[in-house]
């Protein structure tokens, strides 16, 4: 799959070494912003066009929170199949160095279509990323997105709505769980068109005896008032 030019842009003149050192400290890390007003309005607005989904998941139903989100159906819409490809292409060697530090194999490979293709022949077929709408009241219990044996370390929320404008609340939450110690809790705060980078699962933290894993989830506060849309991209594929 061809990446367009203008997520590669993007991605690329975004300031990587702040990005990486936050995420070795904090486990996530903001961008600049990456979607103008007008595209966040467009994505949100494909939330009601169902055509575009293969599934639809309220959350109160399953005890994952309140609210509602939905898949992407294959073919994936070209922008955000582009943006996936150009993210996953920047993470990749972040994700190798992870893996080599936490002992595991260190196989990421370049590019997004060929790491889709292990995804694949490992039976996990759907794509991952989503549409999430949050009204008031709304909230997203700590999780984490793993849906198969493969999992890419790292993937990102975009916030398409405009805080303090659109919603008021729904702050993005992640929680790191450290060996042998209480559980540190981290809020971001997201300009309209701006993405959090975050851990999936596990990371490597650096430690007097050497490096350790702790374990990573996310959520969404509760939204005051308004309605929060989100944009959320995961790198590999569901079973």
Not at 73 to 89: D, G, K
Request: glycine letters at 8%; charged letters at 20%.
């Amino acid at each position: 799959m061809q990446t367009s030019p203008a997520p590669t842009r993007k991605v690329d003149a975004l300031d990587w070494p702040r990005i990486e050192t936050e995420l070795a400290t904090r486990g996530c890390a903001t961008t600049d912003v990456l979607f103008s007003p007008e595209e966040c309005s467009a994505l949100a607005a494909l939330y009601d066009e169902a055509g575009h989904f293969r599934s639809r998941v309220v959350m109160q139903r399953h005890g994952f929170g309140q609210g509602e989100y939905q898949y992407f159906a294959n073919p994936l819409p070209p922008s955000i199949a582009s943006w996936r490809s150009a993210l996953y292409e920047r993470l990749a060697p972040l994700a190798n160095a992870w893996a080599v530090a936490m002992g595991q194999p260190a196989d990421y490979p370049t590019d997004h279509a060929s790491y889709l293709a292990r995804c694949h022949a490992a039976g996990q077929l759907r794509p991952t990323p989503l549409l999430l709408r949050y009204d008031e009241g709304d909230y997203n219990c700590l999780h984490q997105d793993l849906y198969g044996d493969l999992q890419f370390p790292l993937q990102l929320t975009v916030l398409l709505s405009r805080p303090g404008e659109d919603f008021t609340g729904g702050e993005f939450v992640l929680t790191e769980q450290r060996p042998r110690m209480q559980s540190r809790a981290e809020v971001v705060a997201l300009a309209q068109g701006e993405a959090v980078i975050f851990a999936v699962n596990q990371r490597p933290v650096a430690g007097t005896r050497g490096t350790y894993r702790v374990t990573m989830r996310h959520g969404v506060s509760r939204v005051r008032a308004g309605r929060r849309h989100t944009l959320g991209i995961i790198f590999h594929d569901a079973r």
